[in-house]
């Protein structure tokens, strides 16, 4: 590989976060101004990949948001109030969530794109150093810190340069991928074969309708919203090794077997000329007692430390939680604590315990289809109340 020679002393940071989506860019944000902060993004990656499934973000993110100091910037974004919520799951008679019944407000459902850029403006202006365009790095552990050799594109087309980072923090935020744990020899546990397909519709004047629908089918779950962008999120999660999962990757297929359901029956584009998506959405994250093994100064956060099911509405509020959890661990890390890490890891190992008990009662209660294998390999039985889909955890 034609790599440019690294520079002659490495740059030195008190943390570098590995990833820049919303748990990184969160935690950056977090960490400044008291701490030098190397915020690593591999953007033409996430430029290229297919558009982001509309995910939302409850009401009980408007703390965090305030903690991190931009809960009004994001209030200015025009992100759109999540509506209330209609689902078809424990029984076939519709159930209603309304969220002004919701301590914290109904929350939002986001234009991904725009709060994810949000996120890393904000983890700059408070003056973390973003460095995009990371086409790969390495990490290793040596001399008592955290070494990562990062590799960028040269100018106007030369050959790729090579950087060195060291700093005592080193965070994996790198998502499902979990790039840096994967690096250091960690495995995700507990993750399933859920997979979601997933299509935007066409933007469609005369769809109003603001409702979040959930539905049981006998081989997954459907559920379908209208996006700030006007178009509407279609989506299907069902087992990788289902049959279904090569022929509805057909849009007309995918609508057909959507209008079966009568909550979704009222979805009907105009034209069927629409991208169908896969990606990986079972759950599973980091055992915290590997971490603990591991050298000090490596956390992980975001899906890189606990991928929630897409059923628990969960992924956007662990991503600014687990920044919040890990940033005072980090701060006290920094200051001198020899036991923060172990204290953010018993944290984590509750929060996975707890997620666990709710997601297993929350397929639980799917009897009318539990002879079907899909809802048979979810049907584990557990004590903690249902975690009902349209109600927002």
């Not at 990833?19 to 101004?33: E, M, S, W, Y």
């Not at 974004?77 to 029984?91: C, D, F, K, L, M």
């Not at 603001?210 to 081989?219: F, P, S, V």
């Amino acid at each position: 590989m034609n790599v440019r020679p690294p520079p002659d002393a490495a740059q030195e940071w008190d943390a570098i976060v590995v990833g820049a989506g919303p748990a990184g860019a969160a935690l950056a944000r977090r960490l400044r101004p008291r701490h030098r902060v190397l915020l690593l993004d591999r953007a033409p990656a996430r430029a290229a990949a297919a558009p982001r499934i509309g995910e939302s973000l409850p009401g009980a993110a408007r703390v965090l948001l305030q903690r991190l100091g931009i809960h009004d910037g994001f209030l200015a974004q025009g992100h759109a109030q999540r509506g209330a919520a209609v689902s078809q799951w424990e029984q076939d008679t519709p159930a209603w969530f309304d969220g002004v019944r919701d301590p914290h407000g109904p929350g939002w459902h986001l234009d991904r794109a725009r709060f994810d850029a949000f996120l890393r403006e904000a983890a700059v202006a408070a003056g973390a150093v973003l460095a995009g365009d990371v086409r790969q790095s390495t990490v290793a552990h040596d001399g008592g810190r955290w070494r990562v050799d990062v590799e960028r594109p040269g100018p106007d087309g030369a050959a790729p340069s090579l950087h060195t980072h060291r700093a005592p923090i080193l965070v994996d935020a790198s998502g499902r991928s979990m790039s840096v744990a994967r690096q250091l020899g960690l495995a995700r546990h507990g993750q399933d074969r859920l997979v979601c397909l997933y299509a935007h519709l066409p933007a469609d004047a005369g769809d109003q309708d603001q409702l979040t629908r959930i539905c049981a089918d006998t081989n997954g779950w459907w559920y379908s919203v209208r996006v700030p962008s006007g178009q509407r999120v279609l989506a299907f999660h069902l087992d990788s090794d289902d049959p279904d999962l090569k022929t509805l990757r057909d849009p007309a297929r995918l609508l057909a077997r959507a209008q079966r359901h009568a909550l979704l029956a009222g979805i009907r584009p105009a034209t069927t000329d629409f991208a169908v998506h896969a990606q990986p959405a079972g759950g599973g994250g980091l055992d915290p007692s590997a971490i603990a093994a591991l050298p000090a100064g490596f956390f992980a956060v975001g899906d890189a430390m606990l991928a929630f099911d897409p059923v628990a509405s969960q992924g956007m509020f662990n991503a600014l939680a687990t920044a919040e959890s890990a940033a005072r661990a980090i701060a006290a890390t920094l200051g001198g604590s020899a036991d923060a890490r172990a204290r953010y890891l018993d944290e984590m190992r509750a929060v996975q315990a707890r997620y666990r008990r709710h997601l297993d009662a929350t397929y639980a209660a799917v009897q009318h289809h539990a002879h079907e294998p899909f809802w048979r390999r979810r049907g584990a039985d557990a004590a903690a109340p249902v975690l009902s889909p349209s109600t927002p955890a």
